[in-house]
């Protein structure tokens, strides 16, 4: 018990908000806190993406929701607004569907979709 208190005493702070090296959790439950310097100061992972968050402008606008993700220190895209080819609707769609140009009801209209004939069913 006294050497644990005693590693405890003798590890590194974080300058910022005095975390203990190795002994505290950091920004995820499994993660013990490592120590990076920065700015020349010894920071933690949390007060680092802290600083970057403060330092760097959020470069959302009205077509880009950027969020902001900890563990990578950066601005990633989110959402995209899209205006439709067909019908003009302007849309929000995730980053990953940015390719999809038009909207639903203009892909799956009434020309798209397939009538069968009443006979096919009968057989």
Known sequence: MNEERERKAAAARCDSCGKIEGFDLGLKA??????????????CQV???????????????EDNKYTFDHSKRQYILEKVRITCPDCGKRRW??????WRKRCKSCYYGEEKTKKLPLNFFKR
């Not at 007060?47 to 606008?61: G, M, Q, S, Y």
């Open 30 to 43: 499994w993660d013990r806190i490592s120590l990076e310097s920065f700015d020349n100061q010894q920071l």
């Open 93 to 98: 769609l995730n980053a990953s569907n940015a």
């Open 47 to 61: 007060c680092i993406a802290k600083r970057v968050l403060e330092t760097t402008p959020d470069p959302t606008d």
